[in-house]
T-cell receptor, first 111, second 112 residues
Framework: GENVEQHPSTLSVQEGDSAVIKCTYS??????FPWYKQELGKRPQLIID?????GEKKDQRIAVTLNKTAKHFSLHITETQPEDSAVYFC??????????FGQGTELSVKP | DAGITQSPRHKVTETGTPVTLRCHQT?????MYWYRQDPGHGLRLIHY???????DKGEVSDGYSVSRSKTEDFLLTLESATSSQTSVYFC???????????FGQGTRLTVV
């Protein structure tokens, strides 16, 4: 079926360390892969996205990599700060414009 | 935030009653989505729309129906609410399948 798997479900790091979250998707035709951050009690908001014609994209401390052959994509956060603590979701578009999300990763950055 | 709002923001209802949640966007977005968010399950797609009167099922559509008679409005109906439908519901909209989706503020629904 159409699904996105995300790991780990929880991640705890020390301030200043890097954090990596990984996702796999099922539909080989998927070509858009956004990442969302959701702070407690708030709506999810886009932090970065990547399209299938690109292997890597960076925005300051955040980067996303995509391996279309393996159907994997990952979020990398460097120099983590306490304000990075939140739930992060990966997603992929499937047939018909369906936008499917992973199960989420709760990131905790300890000062 | 893009102009996307949900109503109501909170609702408590009794088992067996019908409930309708509304999502309204002012961005002229073609695609609209309804998700439910439960601990450990992330955001699960209930139904989505790819145009006026064009809708399709998502991962967890049983017990839910939708309607989209205007570009700006996407309604989610729980035909006969059950306790398992207690959740936080988010709608989202986007202009195209490969562009940013914007979320509403969420609706916390409790079925007692």
């Amino acid at each position: 079926g159409e699904n996105v798997e995300q790991h780990p479900s929880t991640l705890s790091v020390q301030e200043g360390d890097s954090a990596v979250i990984k996702c796999t998707y099922s539909d080989s035709a998927s070509n858009y892969f956004p990442w969302y951050k959701q702070e407690l009690g708030k709506r999810p908001q886009l932090i970065i996205d990547i399209r299938s014609n690109v292997g890597e994209k960076k925005d300051q401390r955040i980067a996303v990599t995509l391996n279309k052959t393996a159907k994997h994509f990952s979020l990398h956060i460097t120099e983590t700060q306490p304000e990075d603590s939140a739930v992060y979701f990966c997603a992929a578009t499937m047939g018909g414009g369906k936008l499917i999300f992973g199960q989420g990763t709760e990131l905790s950055v300890k000062p | 935030d893009a102009g996307i709002t949900q109503s109501p923001r909170h609702k408590v209802t009794e088992t067996g009653t019908p409930v309708t949640l509304r999502c309204h966007q002012t961005e002229n977005h073609r695609y609209m989505y309804w998700y439910r968010q439960d601990p450990g399950h992330g955001l699960r797609l209930i139904h989505y729309s790819y145009g006026v009167k064009d809708t399709d099922k998502g991962e967890v559509s049983d017990g839910y129906s939708v309607s989209r008679s205007k570009t700006e409005d996407f309604l989610l109906t729980l035909e006969s609410a059950t306790s398992s439908q207690t959740s936080v519901y988010f709608c989202a909209s986007t202009g195209g399948p490969n562009t940013e989706a914007f979320f509403g503020q969420g609706t916390r629904l409790t079925v007692v």
